[in-house]
């Protein structure tokens, strides 16, 4: 039961509440009548149990260091009165033991000013000769403000002492589990990492439930002390405290040389880990600054980098955005010149097809066959078949036309016609034609000269074509199954057609094509002519789209027919590369994107990509371009027409036939074709000078930062080497102080005491 009275008066001292009984007696709270102070007295009430000579021990050991701040202070004693009390400061904290109970691990900060303070008590009592040994949690008291108080010296030696001391498990040095053992300075060191090593991990060095257990069942005190030390000497050391977020590097060490289960590598006295946690104070406090000495510059160097690297690329991108606008107007310019060049180039092409349609001696022999009955009748025969498909097989009626001797001497004469616009001829306004032939006013070819010769299957005389633009003069190809022969008109000017595939060579083509009138009739727009003269042309032929290689600048030829050819690319640098390199290329069929043909055609500036690319020879025209096209229109009426030079041309003493309506050349000129001129240029190269400023700009502010960087280390170095503490560099070439065996309590020369 609780006690009501105290056992005694205490002069100088009112006791006012009982606090606590034990083995030996009662503790009472009093207060000092003279000062006011709380204190805590001591009854021993049964003096049979007690070691009076242990009791006087801790007792006198607790008034000789009751003069520092962090050592319970004993405040008076009576000895020599019944029951025998002592004095000492009341601590309301309770005990750091508690404090861990509660809140399992303490925060860093607070953990390592609670140790600063216990070994700097610690200190005190080493000091005094005074070895703790049995430092743990539940003798660390915790008095006002968390400041701790060693407490319970009932385990104290001097250091003077032969007597072993045991302390509590995990909290014991290892040789100090052993009953031969001799006190040693580094008993408290070890006890005192063990404690830092509880207020930041929440548990005890070593300690698991297997360990405990083993401890357990070793039997005698004996063997359990020397399962102890063996376990923990051959255990890896403790260090989930590196894991404890908050403890840096410095801190782990001092834990973890507190902690070395050899005493040789452990503190030699607390004295050097107050050493070493003022350093790490001071390395601490110099972070920040060493931080900002090195960070400061790096983040002004890293700013001056951003903000550099960000002008160049905005100048690049103003740059670049400014030279791609002025490439596109130049390309828009080159197209506009390609496409009046090429409507130049078509110029004389009609002005060959309406001379050489116009050609006496052709206009006499071609009157002369179609004067034969037996060309008529084949002709015919050839119409009434109905449709242009019925007409394109072996047909007897073809065969009898090819076999007239007058279709021979027709078929001679364009021949020899033809042979003159080969190429052969040096002359740069030269035309180079593919075939020319003539059809009948049903579309029928009488008769027709190739530049290159072909095989009967792909000679065209004798078939009907009346379903092709360059007859009837629209602006597509009629179907060949559906239209009818009879129903199909000729054209009544001179007409360039749309581009198509030749039956013979499968090379796209254009064909200009003029009307024939052979009898007197009045010419009119709407009267029939007798036949059409067609000349034909290679796209790849016009020296406009003549390329000697591949380049980074190309003129392309489109198809601008609405319909599944729009965008078809009827000529391009790769396909005349497979033309004069004899690769065939039927059956691929290059086309550009219905969108981008709208963005194309409405001026849109586009990132083109050649469709071409995706072909198996196609890599050089890999990647971006910069594109701009033109329609190709046919020359206005009022242009000045171009004269055939008379050394390229067979002389012509009759003078110019008048079978040709008037104003027939003019409506031709009128009209848009249905060809677009495309200019690419690489983009690559358009953006090539302004990369090349920026790579060079970049590799000068590189090597800028690389010499900042390198000068501010040089320049940090410096300081660091200069600013080391003088204690740290002056005589590092001196002896150290020995310890003179492991019971010398501190190194330092005043406090120096050693075992005689």
Known sequence: MEATTPPADVPGYRLTKFLGAGAFGQVWVGRDLNTGRDVAVKFYLHRGGVNWSLLSREVKNLVQMSADRYVVQVLEVGWDVDPPFYVMELVRGGSLEDLLGAKHRLPVDQAVEMFRKMCIGLDHCHSKGVLHCDLKPANILIGDEDEPRLADFGQSRLSSDQTPALGTLFYMAPEQADLSSSPDVRWDVYAMGAILYRMLTGKSPYRDDSFVQQLDTAGSLKKRLQKYREAILSSPPPE????RPGVDRALGKIVAKCLQADAENRYSNVQQILQDLTRRDASRAKKPLMLLGIVGPLLVLLATCFFGARTIFEARKSTLSALRTEAKGSNELAATFAAKTLENEISRYFQVTNMEASDPVFLQQLKTTLSSEAVIEALDEIAAMGTPAQTHGSTPARARLLAEEEQDRLDDLLQQRLNQYDGTINHARQPRLASMFVTDTHGTIISIAYQNEVGQDENSAGKNFSYRTYFHGDRVDFDKEETLIASSKPVTSTHLSSA????????????????IYLHGQEMTAESRPDAVFVTTVNIGDFELLQNEGASDHVAVLLEAREGQSRGTILQHPLLDARRKGGINSTGQKYQISPEQMDRLLTGTDVDYVDPLAA??????????????????TLPPDDSPPT??????????PSPPPTNIPEGAVSEANDQTTDLLVLVQYRLEKVNAPVLQMQAALLREGVAAIVSILIVTLTLWFFVQRVGKPYRETRNTNEPQPKRSNSKTIAEEPAETITLK
């Open 240 to 243: 989930d405290h590196f894991e």
């Open 500 to 515: 198509f595939p030749s039956t013979a060579t499968r090379l796209w083509k254009v064909a200009i094509s003029t009307p």
């Open 615 to 632: 072909a198996a020879d196609g890599s050089f025209y890999a990647g971006q371009w910069i594109a701009a096209v033109h329609p190709v």
């Open 643 to 652: 004269e055939i030079p008379d050394e390229d041309r067979t002389p012509d």
